[in-house]
């Protein structure tokens, strides 16, 4: 999968394992970055961002926010946080290519601000109906285009195994691509 050249200052810790980590301790140089700002608009939204946590899990898993309190109706079992954490597989970020990492972090920190903002990431609503999935790619998909990302490149980066190919391309159509 082709990808595009992520910003010089984004830089990713591969060296730490499974544990409880600040979001400065995984990505070092993450406020040097124009989507970071993108994002911490306000004073309210920066510290938010800041006190992020982040927890390293020895499973096969992309990046997820974790829930404050389980969920119904999931067939897996997310861990449950009661602070602003995002769970990421220690594999994931190692190993998966870089473009890939960085639109993952930033879609995941989206929502960290949309819970702060009143919202509920998980909900009943399809995964490809549901607002803030949608307006967090939205928000990626957005800068991977700034970057030179064609739109077979983010077709393929938005690719969810447990997703039908219908609701694939509604996602796709959802977020233009």
Same mark, same amino acid.
């Given at each position: 999968?082709?990808?595009?050249?992520?910003?010089?200052?984004?830089?990713?810790?591969?060296?730490?394992? !499974?544990?409880?980590? %600040?979001?400065?301790?995984?990505?070092?140089? *993450?406020?040097?970055?124009?989507?970071?700002?993108?994002?911490?608009?306000?004073?309210?939204?920066?510290?938010?961002?800041?006190?992020? /946590?982040?927890?390293?899990?020895?499973?096969?898993?992309?990046?997820?926010? !974790?829930?404050?309190?389980?969920?119904? %109706?999931?067939?897996?079992?997310?861990?449950?946080?009661?602070?602003?954490?995002?769970?990421?597989?220690?594999?994931?970020?190692?190993? /998966?290519?870089?473009?890939?990492?960085?639109?993952?972090?930033?879609?995941?920190?989206?929502?960290?601000?949309?819970?702060?903002?009143? %919202?509920?990431?998980?909900?009943?609503?399809?995964?490809?109906?549901?607002?803030?999935?949608?307006?967090?790619?939205?928000?990626?998909?957005?800068? !991977?285009?700034?970057?030179? !990302?064609?739109?077979?490149?983010?077709?393929?980066?938005?690719?969810?195994?447990? *997703?039908?190919?219908?609701?694939?391309?509604?996602?796709?159509?959802?977020?233009?691509?």
């Amino acid at each position: 999968m082709e990808g595009f050249k992520v910003p010089d200052y984004f830089t990713v810790n591969k060296s730490l394992g !499974a544990g409880d980590y %600040r979001l400065f301790e995984i990505f070092p140089r *993450i406020d040097k970055l124009a989507i970071f700002w993108e994002l911490a608009r306000t004073k309210k939204d920066l510290d938010y961002l800041i006190n992020t /946590s982040i927890k390293l899990i020895d499973k096969d898993i992309y990046m997820y926010v !974790a829930p404050k309190r389980p969920l119904k %109706r999931v067939s897996w079992k997310p861990i449950i946080v009661d602070t602003d954490c995002i769970v990421i597989g220690i594999a994931h970020l190692k190993y /998966s290519p870089e473009p890939i990492v960085y639109l993952d972090i930033f879609h995941e920190l989206f929502h960290i601000l949309q819970r702060n903002h009143g %919202r509920h990431l998980w909900s009943d609503i399809s995964y490809v109906e549901n607002p803030c999935e949608i307006e967090a790619y939205r928000f990626v998909v957005n800068e !991977a285009k700034m970057r030179g !990302a064609t739109n077979k490149y983010l077709r393929d980066y938005l690719k969810i195994e447990w *997703i039908s190919k219908k609701d694939m391309k509604r996602l796709f159509a959802a977020v233009g691509v």
